[in-house]
């Protein structure tokens, strides 16, 4: 099933601003919050749908990738990104869990489950980037690549706990384990409570007894990890895809950061790029133009022969249709645009110039030439060549 707009997901037009986004957002999340739909499969999908959108629109980066490239820039067909149909409920509340306030209550700092309890603190790796370069024949057809990366992963010795032997560790005693702390003050408008990040876990819940020697009790370290990614067909020079979860891991077993992808096309022999068209300039002599001939052109998957009728003007653009690239967000392919251009000598000889000046007094020369005006371009057609 095809995605929708994420602007018609939250209902605002192209140019919303950035706070209408956000209000767009807000009302919906609340509309289709858990909490108020529970055991509803199809509201708890329009809030994740929702959120997928506001994360997109919400960044300047994203949207602009979004309004240029659609769906195709946001990773979904790199094998991975910000999608819906693959985040639970801790990776929405983890990533906007400051855009309720106490709408449902706290205990999730600010963005709370009432049925689930108090969430604790989920830290998140931070995000990779890496250049891909890719030659016309790859973004032509779509390529798979496996590339090195070098990041943070989680420690081996600790399962990525931190901990000694994985388990030495025990529940924070001023959180009870929730990683959050309320906290009641009198003002003057009464009493107020606030919730915030436990102050002796840091938000983790619980408290490491003994480190990991390893990793010093931060549960990642050092490595290297090899990538399987899938970069659709028709990607652009400095289009971004992002491989969801390829990033650095989280620290004490957090959620590992994305992988952000840089498409670099590497620059083409022969061929020019103009979106999904290609350009390609060819040059033909005076008596070629005049008498027409067959030439040979590149294209992504070979050559290709065109006939060059007699009388062919410098600058005439011949279009070989779905001979150019694939569009990475629609069904189709651009053309080859093939430019004709007469070439004309800078040099001529005394003969050379005596045939042009015998050319320029003909009168009446057609198209198709007759037996005795070849046999004079045939005499011209070694001159230029």
């Known amino acids: 099933m095809s995605k929708r707009d994420y602007y018609e997901v939250l209902g605002v037009s192209k140019d919303a601003s950035d706070a209408e986004i956000k209000s767009a957002y807000r ?73 309720f306030g106490d709408v449902f209550g706290g205990g999730f700092g600010g963005f709370g489950r009432s049925s689930g309890g108090t969430r604790r603190r989920v830290n998140k790796g931070s995000n990779l980037r890496v250049k891909v370069k890719l030659t016309l024949e790859e973004i032509a057809n779509g390529v798979d690549k496996k590339i090195k990366v070098n990041k943070y992963v989680a420690c081996s010795h600790c399962s990525g706990t931190g901990a000694k032997d994985g388990n030495s560790y025990q529940t924070c005693h001023t959180c009870n384990g929730t990683g959050q702390v309320t906290r009641i003050q009198n003002s003057f408008f009464g009493q107020m409570q606030t919730t915030g990040v436990c102050p002796t876990c840091g938000g983790d819940g619980k408290i490491i007894t003994h480190k990991c020697n390893h990793c010093n009790g931060d549960g990642i370290v050092k490595g290297e990890d090899v990538i399987e990614i899938k970069i659709p067909a028709g990607v652009e020079d400095g289009m971004q895809l992002s491989v969801r979860g390829k990033g650095n891991a989280g620290a004490r077993g957090g959620i590992n950061g994305d992988l952000i992808i840089l498409i670099e096309e590497i620059k083409h022999e022969h061929l020019e790029r103009d979106g999904k068209n290609l350009l390609y300039n060819h040059f033909i002599t005076f008596p070629e133009a005049a008498m027409g001939t067959t030439i040979e052109v590149p294209t992504i998957t070979g050559k290709a022969r065109i006939k060059i009728q007699s009388g062919t003007q410098s600058g005439k653009v011949l279009r070989l249709k779905g001979k150019g690239l694939p569009s990475v967000n629609s069904y189709g392919h651009g053309d080859l645009l093939v430019q004709i251009n007469v070439w004309v000598p800078k040099n001529l000889s005394r003969k050379e110039k005596d045939l042009l000046e015998q050319l320029a007094k003909e009168e009446n020369i057609q198209p198709s030439p007759t037996k005795s005006e070849r046999g004079f371009f045939d005499k011209m057609k070694d001159m230029f060549n």
Do not use: C, T, W
């Open 27 to 99: 009302k919906m999340a609340i509309k289709y919050h858990p909490d108020k739909n529970p055991d509803d499969s199809e509201a708890e999908d329009k809030f994740k749908e929702a959120a997928e959108a506001y994360e997109v629109l919400s960044n300047a980066d994203k949207r602009a990738r979004y309004d240029r490239f659609g769906h195709a820039g946001m990773g979904g067909a790199a094998g991975g990104g910000f999608s819906s149909q693959g985040m639970s409920m801790d990776d929405i509340f983890s990533q906007f869990g400051d855009i």
